[in-house]
């Protein structure tokens, strides 16, 4: 074997971790231990310090990007989104209506349109809500369907994302 195989293979090797003893006493805060461990923790894979030959480090970079994963996981994300916003808007409805806000932008909007009759339909103003979220998540998810498909073909011509993976033991 010879010397450069032999340098890889030492640089990819974990030693042993050593055990590093809390720099808070114990009566201290927990944020303030919580503290004192990353700070070691980011002591022990330093790259300039000699206790960073516990840490393997590996570069990788990320071509491609499978486009029926991006469209299962979009769809789940925008659809969650519109879950939280039609709930948060019926949130926000019921207590307008409790505290007489609904009715008063009724009449409000009534003397505007010279309409004495003027009333909000909260079941049309749900299902219409829900439409147009559904509309606004299927154009969402196709716009990052074929951002992703952008992504494959641009990191083929000039090369993909590189990410720089840590592995502490």
């Not at 293979?9 to 944020?31: D, L, N, Y």
């Not at 979220?133 to 011509?157: Q, R």
Request: one cysteine or more; hydrophobic letters at 55%; a negative charge.
């Amino acid at each position: 074997m010879d010397s450069a195989a032999a340098e890889t293979s030492q640089e990819t090797e974990a030693a042993p971790v050593e055990a590093v003893p809390p720099a808070v006493p114990p009566a201290a805060k927990p944020g303030a231990r919580r503290a004192a461990r990353r700070s070691a923790r980011s002591e022990r894979i330093a790259p300039n310090d000699q206790r960073g030959a516990d840490a393997r480090r590996s570069r990788v970079e990320m071509t491609r990007v499978d486009l029926w994963s991006v469209l299962k996981i979009t769809l789940c994300f925008y659809l969650a989104g519109l879950a939280i916003l039609i709930l948060a808007g019926l949130v926000v409805w019921l207590l307008l209506d409790a505290s007489g806000g609904i009715h008063k932008f009724e009449r409000f909007m009534g003397d505007i349109l010279s309409a004495k009759d003027f009333h909000l339909v909260a079941p049309q103003i749900l299902a219409g809500s829900v439409l147009v979220g559904l509309v606004l998540v299927a154009l969402m998810t196709i716009v990052t369907v074929i951002a992703a498909a952008l992504y494959n073909v641009f990191s083929d011509l000039i090369g993909g994302v590189e990410v720089t993976l840590v592995e502490a033991e």
